[in-house]
């Protein structure tokens, strides 16, 4: 039986949930009720309502109403009092329900309908948000439980820059479907089964007779220990013979081989948890050999229902669109990652029950995802409309490059440690750090926390900031810049806020219960006008699966409060105090969740 659930499409679901803190959900609420007054005989007509950006600084309103000239293209044909698409407009605007919300309407062109929302407005609902707390401006998604496969490092291997980027982008969306009250299921997808596991013990046997002497000391480095043991299998047959009985008898259960790949696998793992542990990350392991005794069944289930075929004496999957075939079964008779993928979707969706399955890797594997899907649709476990639940999405990102363009590597060695790559960023904000007159007498502890958190900070910003599908270099220079688009200058930002409110010498928590926050400069307006838009836009970087969008927000979010706000309203000492410390404390607030929510840890004082 299929579990996939009728078609909700996020847009209808949301519509009417509690989420009082997404404006631009609100007004299509408003909009909603004006088109059905408007023109009747259209049903099923969206409200088209966005945001207004002011290109060349000129904007006719906040946000804009964009249905007239689709209704109007509709409708000319038939009997309408209408005489063309700006009186469509201009009685969508007439038919607005009143609503304390908007302060005016206008038509403009071809019948959009512009909304300036009311200051007072803006303000009650910042009022609001600091006293409930940010958390109420949470976005709801039309899904309860999601998996977040990410990470997914290989045992043995190379743990490299691909893997950070996408442990640094899967937490990044497992924190915001998390914070949008989606129960979560973070997914470390290890490679930590196939048949390099045969060479890898049966050198490490050869190594180490006495099983008592394995450890990660003496093994020491396991890249350099897989490229000695694949030596090895290259070069002496009879080693290789072994090596393939190896991999039969670590599959079919016997101890003495189920134990040295642990001991492997633990001492990859206690290498991947140091790069974890720098960057806040929470993971729960179900490697590929978590799914190994599901594949029989899987593959017979989809056997049965007559979708697997043979080719050239493997046993394959094809899929509309694709001229190769998904190999499920090797000639050989051996299974593949994708015969663990397939199995790994079906225990998320039936066993886990996971409405959304989310998948990081480098764009490299598009393909095989594209066709994983496919297969999972013509079993019936995935709904064939991509707008219906439960949905499986590849996130690709593109590669990692070193500034000479190519393919990042450090200049002494072929690999890049992650966990060398990490402390010199730290190592670097910690020397740029002290640079400051004012660190200079902060305790070892504070400098270290704080050099931490800018260091890690910028590698996961830099990282974040980008449009994932493109390639990223790699520039420590670039990201530990203090000016600019970075965590460094974002951080800064947010502690300069939290100094103004500390050189107030007002305990904000009073403020915040008794003075009332006024809109009337133009700056203030534009300030929390930006604050008001948070909710819409993590909700569309949840349902885009896109931390750009978050980056972006952050990034002109300190920019309208230092280049606008800070420059042009003056905070300590001025009549309008209260307030504009309140605009502040709103700022760092709001600036603090999107730190949270991108994995970086604030800074208080510089
Ligand atoms: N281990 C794989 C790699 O390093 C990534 C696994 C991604 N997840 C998955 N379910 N295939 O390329």
Redesign the pocket.
């Known amino acids: 039986a299929t579990t996939a659930t009728t078609a909700q499409t996020l847009s209808t679901m949301a519509v009417g949930a509690e989420n009082m803190g997404n404006v631009k959900r609100q007004l299509v609420q408003l909009f909603e009720v004006s088109l059905q007054a408007t023109v009747p005989s259209e049903t099923d007509v969206a409200p088209l309502v966005d945001a207004c950006i002011a290109k060349s600084g000129v904007r006719f309103g906040d946000y804009q109403c964009n249905n007239a000239m689709g209704l109007w293209s509709k409708i000319k044909g038939k009997q309408t009092e209408f005489r063309g698409p700006t009186a469509v407009g201009q009685a969508i605007m007439k038919n607005l329900p009143p609503s304390d919300m908007v302060e005016s309407c206008s038509v403009a062109g071809p019948g959009f309908v512009n909304v300036v929302l009311s200051r007072n407005w803006i303000a009650k609902s910042l009022q609001k948000m600091l006293i409930d707390g940010i958390d109420t401006w949470a976005p709801c998604l039309p899904v309860k439980r999601a998996v977040v ?1 990410f990470s ?3 045992i043995a ?1 190379e743990m490299h820059v ?2 950070l980027r ?1 442990t640094i982008i899967g937490d990044t969306l497992a924190r915001m479907l998390e914070f949008s009250h989606v129960e979560v299921l973070r997914r470390n ?3 930590d089964w196939g048949t390099q596991f045969g060479m890898l013990i049966e050198f490490l046997f050869e190594k180490f007779p006495n099983p008592e002497d394995v450890n990660e000391a003496a093994i020491g480095d396991l890249q350099t220990f897989y490229k000695a043991s694949k030596a090895r299998f290259d070069s002496d047959p009879e080693f290789k013979q072994r090596a393939q009985q190896a991999v039969v008898r670590l599959q079919g259960g016997e101890d003495t081989y189920h134990r040295a790949w642990k001991q492997i696998c633990e001492i990859s793992r206690t290498e991947f948890h140091r790069v974890y542990e720098r960057l806040g990350i929470q993971l729960e392991e179900k490697g ?1 050999s978590f799914y190994s005794p599901y594949i029989p069944g899987v593959l017979e289930e989809l056997n049965k229902k007559g979708i697997i075929e043979d080719d050239k004496g493997a046993r394959v999957i094809f899929v509309q669109d694709v001229n190769i075939p998904l190999i499920v079964v090797k000639s050989d008779g051996g299974y593949n ?1 994708a015969s ?2 397939l199995a ?1 979707l079906r225990y998320r969706i039936n066993e886990e029950k996971a409405e959304w399955i989310i ?4 764009v490299g ?1 598009q393909q ?2 594209d066709m994983l899907f496919k297969a999972a649709k013509r079993a019936g476990w995935l709904p064939a409309d991509d707008g219906s639940y439960p949905k499986a999405t590849h996130v690709g990102f593109g590669l990692v490059l070193g500034e000479d363009g190519k393919r990042f590597r450090t200049r002494s060695t072929e690999v890049v440690r992650l966990v060398d790559l990490l402390d010199e960023a730290k190592n670097r904000s910690k020397t740029a750090l002290l640079e400051r007159d004012t660190a200079k007498e902060w305790p070892e502890e504070e400098v270290e926390k704080t050099s931490q958190a800018i260091g890690y900070g910028a590698v996961k910003y830099a990282d974040l900031k980008n449009n994932k599908q493109t390639n990223y270099t790699f520039n420590f220079d670039q990201m530990l810049n203090d000016k600019g688009n970075t965590a460094v200058y974002l951080l800064y930002a947010h502690a300069r806020i939290c100094s103004i409110i500390r050189k107030s010498g007002k305990d904000i928590e009073e403020v915040k219960r008794n003075a009332k926050i006024a809109l009337d400069h133009e700056d203030e307006r534009a300030l929390g006008l930006h604050l008001i838009q948070f909710s819409e836009v993590i909700e569309e970087a949840c349902t885009n699966l896109l931390p750009n969008v978050l980056c972006e927000y952050l990034y002109n979010l300190s920019e309208i409060f230092t280049k606008k706000f800070y420059s042009n309203c003056q905070v300590v000492g001025s009549p309008e105090e209260s307030s504009r410390l309140l605009l502040c404390e709103a700022t760092a607030t709001v600036m603090r969740k999107c730190f949270h929510l991108l994995g970086i840890v604030p800074v208080y004082k510089i």
């Open positions: 496969d997914s490092p290989n291997k691909g893997h996408s997808h290890v490679g590929e990652y663990t993928d790994a998948y990081l890797t480098d594997q095989h995802f």
